[in-house]
């Protein structure tokens, strides 16, 4: 666990909390990657869905109508062809029992810690894909794809407490988007899949979806590897286990006698209070808590990215791509996603959250609004009588498109993942963590389900509504949202205390306690 240092030793040194000492192990280094790799199986669902939804194998086995408007342009409107709630029911049945997942999850962890959920999703999800690659109807394909998202809702909600417990506060940042890393690198995997097995004529899909079984045994196969993190097997009553595991974690240079007395009495502070953290959260004390659990995977999802990720190879085909030029399309945003990922776990812990949160909004809201302005004058007018988009344009599309997910890469993309991981104190933090995932699939859920349906009636008007909900977000961020950079989390509580809106609501008598027992 990134421990702790005295919250007042925080508010002393401006929120960074006493240093530990030590340096970046072997052992955390290791242990961290294994964790980490819980994210490639969510991205290689999210890349391998939107690709199989609009291979010609796959739509005439399955759903032959939507087939039959993709070779009939002129009689189709462009925006539309894609319109069938089954078909989008494939993709979106995954998010909806990966929320109800997380929920379970969230309370699981407490009893079993991080390891063994981290453990359990790994295996739901080979199952899952094993199911899928051999399914005859679409009921088969339904139940494979919600197995698929109870292994989801598990790997997403331990892993990253899992990397935010076991790095080191100074570089939790870099440690913590990694899960990211691992997510954009497995939709890579996913894309490029596509590309090939879209050449495979009748069962290419097959190869596809079985193949999501290669990242899910890497995920288990990790999971038997690494160890509990230290806090986790404090809360469980296994200090003298806490102990050697944070003294391997750190090394010898580090003071880990220190940080190990500061995360027992964070973990006794919170049993001493421990009331139920779902209902802790509704307390004054903790309001802002509760509001970051709700914005920060709200505003998520409302960029709009899990939509145009999962279906980019259906947006490229209805500005006038082939399949298969829709697929490399896809592949070439993939490598995009992947090298911002990379670049903000350099950047995170230097720059900071909160100014990297507002330029990729604000370079996020330019790009929408330039995709909308081209999709208005080149598609739109003339969807109806299925003209196609010109080729340049088409190809501004895929720029801009590029250009929005190096925006969202450097920003939303990891921070979703990082900032309410290290915010929680840890009393309500499986639950908070818990609750967010939850939320951001709910919306993922809703926004899979509808996307192709406000596409057809929403046409270009899509992306500058996934426009303004970004200026709303940035705009909360930037009133709202305290820099949390190499801030120890047992300290966290102390940049709360000192931001602007946000002090009224900790300065109460049980959270005035917590803080000042460290």
């Known amino acids: 666990m990134a421990g702790g240092g005295s919250a007042a030793a925080a508010a002393e040194g401006g929120g960074h909390g006493r240093d530990y000492g030590g340096g970046v192990t072997v052992p955390v280094v290791v242990t961290c990657l294994m964790a980490a790799s819980c994210g490639l199986i969510f991205g290689y669902d999210i890349g391998i869905s939107g690709g199989v939804t609009q291979m010609e194998s796959f739509l005439t086995k399955f759903f032959p109508e939507v087939s039959s408007r993709t070779k009939d342009n002129a009689k189709h409107d462009a925006y539309c062809k894609y319109d069938d709630q089954l078909l989008t029911a494939f993709t979106s049945s995954l998010y909806i029992t990966a929320m109800l997942s997380s929920l379970v999850a969230g309370r699981v962890t407490r009893t079993v810690g991080r390891q063994a959920v981290m453990l359990t999703g790994g295996v739901l999800f080979l199952v899952g894909s094993a199911i899928n690659a051999g399914a005859v109807n679409i009921a088969m394909l339904i139940i494979g794809r919600m197995l698929l998202g109870l292994g989801v809702g598990f790997t997403t909600q331990a892993a990253p407490l899992y990397l935010a417990e076991t790095s080191p506060a100074r570089w939790r940042g870099a440690f913590t988007t990694a899960y990211h890393i ?41 999971a038997l590897l690494v160890p509990d993190t230290p806090s986790s097997l404090v809360m469980r009553g296994e200090a003298d286990s806490a102990r050697a595991s944070l003294q391997r974690l750190r090394g010898p240079g580090a003071d880990t006698e220190a ?41 998520f999802d409302l960029t709009g990215v899990i939509v145009m990720a999962v279906f980019s190879p259906v947006l490229f085909r209805t500005v006038g791509f082939s399949s298969q030029k829709a697929v490399l399309g896809s592949v070439i945003v993939s ?13 995170i812990d230097r720059a900071g959250r909160r100014f990297l949160f507002l330029a990729g909004g604000a370079a996020m809201i330019i790009c929408q609004l330039a995709m909308t302005w081209i999709l208005a004058d080149h598609l739109g007018k003339h969807a109806g009588a299925g003209a196609a988009m010109p080729r340049g344009y088409a190809l501004a599309v895929l720029v801009l498109m590029c250009l929005y997910t190096f925006s969202f890469g450097m920003s939303w993309g990891p921070l979703k993942w990082v900032v309410p991981s290290e915010i929680y104190p840890v009393d309500i933090r499986s639950a908070g963590q818990a609750l967010t995932v939850s939320i951001a699939l709910a919306l993922s859920f809703a926004q899979t389900q509808v996307f192709v349906t406000l596409l057809c009636a929403m046409k270009y008007g899509i992306f500058l509504f996934y426009a303004g909900w970004v200026l709303v977000m940035t705009a909360f961020v930037a009133a709202f949202l305290p820099e949390t950079k190499g801030v120890p989390l047992e300290a966290m509580r102390s940049v709360w205390a000192r931001h602007w809106y946000w002090r009224r609501f900790v300065g109460d008598a049980k959270q005035e306690a917590q803080v000042n027992c460290l």
């Open 335 to 347: 490598l995009v996603n992947l090298a911002s990922a990379s670049l903000n776990s350099v950047v």
């Open 182 to 222: 691992f997510l954009v690198l497995g939709s890579l995997t996913a894309t490029v899949t596509n590309y090939f097995t879209n050449r495979i004529p009748g069962w290419g899909w097959r190869v596809s979806l079985g193949l999501a079984a290669v990242p899910a045994t890497i995920v288990v196969l990790g």
């Open 259 to 299: 940080e190990f007395k500061d995360i027992v009495r964070a973990v006794e502070e919170a049993r001493r209070n421990d009331e139920g953290a779902y209902a802790r959260l509704r307390g004054r004390g903790y309001r802002h808590y509760l509001v970051m659990v709700v914005a920060i995977p709200s505003f």
